[in-house]
């Protein structure tokens, strides 16, 4: 079964998990939060009695509530399993400081009968035949090991029952057991007896999670070694340690001053703005800088090529709402570090990346790619004013520009034998109004960060000289790139910019103006642009599609469109028009306050990848300009 839908996560700097809104268990990241992924799938139930397995996840009896603890990455679940008046509250965190994934189980007796409890645990590791996973019972835990990695499943409890092989057979009876204590198995099963509770009884259990890199020969003693350590944490001092810390996390990084709430709207508000504050970290690997753009969704490609890569592109409006919330450290490592270190010699950027910095797999170039980090270097600059940042990553824009001239040349004289870069959605191969929007800010860019640092190069008159001709090398450039665009890219008939060839109307036409500002927003072109995205993009909820004919993932409104409209209506200050789609994104949240990519069009839920790090950016943009 696909597992399309994160409805929770929670994480620290080197694990990170997601759950169903039932409390499921679906994906769990280590060591970095976009690789690698070890869950195929953990079944969690209970016996009750002389019961079959209750699955806690999917019974027809259960009931479920879902909350987070307030201003923090701690996930409570509640599951009343309404035929036994069994309540299970699950309690979901991972420790800061040690890569331990906790799951705390309290079980209260409802009924006025004496229930009988058995915890189980099927466990399946994701494996294949490079990355075979075994079953082994040892130490009175659970170990799944391969050939790099070893999970392991246990409790300060003791283990009443393991099953190495052939579990699916017989869970469903809530029986497991066998005489293997290894096998090749890459699903295996515990249980645990909680114990006979009287009317009104509660009992608690607690269940960890350890993964670890299997180093050394006896790489099995040291993990036992690491279940003993763990077992002796006090899990309670623990639990308040992640409290605090997220607490706290959220209260240092409360970059805009929103009003008290004081209606459903202004919680809901409030609601995603800590959401948001609470996910950019647990999307960030803080070794490198690089940058998720969500977590993933499709691991077998079944609708996409799959999410939780780092592209640049979206990375620059990621980290420029890093900056306006006082992230600005974790924005400076993107750009020094991780931009650095994937530029490649010729001065680009490939599609994009694992957020370690290696290569990810990609299927074409967009030039865009290369455009923005030269921008986003600048707009982090404009917040910092931190004049050796740009000193740092003169260079690494400079090589970019350089690639960049060798682009925009062949589009200027007309020589491309074939297109030449995918546009921003990653679908039309070309030249696209957007990309040649990127270059052009790239290019003012450059002019603006050498308008910043001449002064330091007083005594150098040669570099003065050659900062000169290069400024006016790239103003020629900013001339015919808008010449361009206006000959090329603007339907006369429509009365309106077009994105390529293709002359359909597409939201990233707003690029033009914001973030890249190629034209004035009240120039009349821009104008008649905007009135027909309006009458072509438009749903009839209220969303908008990214283009004409938009069907990918069932063709649903878009959470960044709505932001993008409303950041064109801040720049010509109509904010009342810009609250209208700001609004629409709000209704359109999850019940946690994620924003989604997609918006389905008849539930008003969301649709596709819950929690976009890209929506939830221009999410927190637009809220700072409207508080």
């Not at 991972?94 to 079980?107: A, G, H, P, S, T």
């Not at 497991?176 to 295996?188: C, E, F, R, T």
């Not at 003012?444 to 400024?471: G, H, Q, S, V, W």
């Amino acid at each position: 079964m696909e597992k399309y839908f994160n409805d929770a996560i929670i994480g620290n700097k080197n694990m990170l998990a997601s759950f169903t809104k039932k409390g499921e268990l679906i994906r769990l990241f280590y060591p970095t939060v976009d690789y690698r992924q070890f869950i195929d799938f953990l079944h969690t139930g209970v016996k009750v009695n002389d019961s079959n397995i209750i699955y806690l996840h999917t019974d027809i009896n259960n009931e479920y509530e879902q909350t987070y603890i307030k201003d923090t990455n701690i996930l409570v679940t509640n599951i009343k399993n309404t035929y036994f008046e069994l309540n299970i509250t699950q309690t979901d965190f991972i420790c800061i400081k040690e890569n331990v994934l906790v799951k705390r189980y309290k079980f209260s007796n409802q009924n006025v009968i004496d229930l009988d409890v058995s915890l189980l645990i099927h466990s399946k590791m994701v494996s294949d035949s490079n990355n075979d996973a075994s079953g082994f019972f040892k130490n009175n835990a659970l170990i799944q090991y391969m050939h790099d990695y070893t999970t392991s499943i246990f409790s300060k409890e003791k283990i009443e029952n393991v099953q190495i092989n052939n579990t699916q057979e017989n869970i469903a009876d809530g029986i497991i057991g066998g005489k293997d204590y290894i096998g090749m198995s890459s699903d295996s099963s515990i249980q645990y007896h909680i114990g006979t509770l009287k009317p009104k009884e509660e009992k608690t259990i607690e269940i960890y999670f350890y993964i670890t890199e299997n180093v050394g020969n006896n790489y099995i003693n040291s993990i036992e070694n690491e279940i003993e350590k763990i077992r002796k944490m006090d899990i309670e001092k623990e639990y308040q340690n992640v409290k605090n810390y997220w607490k706290k996390y959220v209260k240092e990084h409360n970059g805009i001053p929103i009003k008290e709430p004081s209606t459903k709207y202004d919680l809901k508000v409030e609601q995603i703005y800590k959401r948001s504050i609470l996910l950019f970290p647990l999307l960030i690997n803080s070794k490198t800088g690089g940058i998720s753009s969500g977590v993933e969704i499709d691991e077998n490609k079944t609708k996409c090529g799959r999410y939780s890569y780092c592209w640049p592109r979206d990375s620059i409006f990621i980290t420029k709402a890093l900056d306006i919330l006082k992230m600005e450290k974790e924005t400076e490592k993107f750009y020094k570090q991780f931009c650095k270190n994937t530029q490649s010699k010729d001065g680009m950027w490939e599609q994009r990346f694992y957020t370690d910095g290696t290569l990810a797999p990609c299927w074409g170039y967009q030039i865009d790619e290369t455009a923005s980090v030269v921008y986003g270097v600048y707009k982090h600059y404009e917040n910092t004013l931190d004049l050796k940042f740009l000193k740092e990553n003169l260079k690494m824009c400079e090589k970019a520009v350089e690639y960049l001239k060798k682009y925009i040349d062949k589009v200027l004289e007309g020589k491309e034998e074939k297109p030449l870069s995918y546009d921003l959605w990653e679908e039309n191969e070309g030249i696209h109004v957007y990309s040649l929007a990127a270059i052009f800010a790239s290019f003012e860019t450059l002019i603006k960060i050498y308008d910043c640092i001449a002064p330091e190069f007083n005594n150098n008159r040669l570099k003065l000289e050659n900062i000169k001709k290069e400024k006016e090398i790239l103003e020629k450039y900013l001339l015919q790139i808008k010449e361009y665009i206006i000959k090329n890219f603007y339907n006369n008939e429509k009365k309106s910019f077009v994105r390529n060839k293709d002359q359909k109307m597409d939201i990233s036409l707003i690029g033009l103006v914001t973030p890249f500002a190629v034209f004035s927003p009240k120039e009349k072109k821009i104008e008649n642009t905007i009135e027909r995205i309006n009458l072509t993009l438009r749903t009839y909820t209220g969303g908008y599609l990214r283009y004409e004919g938009d069907n990918y993932a069932g063709g649903n409104p878009w959470v960044i469109a709505s932001l993008w409209l409303a950041q064109y209506y801040i720049e010509i200050g109509q904010k009342k028009k810009a609250k209208e789609h700001f609004d629409f994104v709000v209704k359109t949240a999850s019940e946690h306050g994620y924003l989604a990519e997609q918006i389905d069009n008849q539930t008003l839920k969301p649709a596709w990848v819950i929690g976009l790090g890209w929506s939830h950016a221009m999410f927190i943009n637009i809220l700072q300009q409207l508080v």
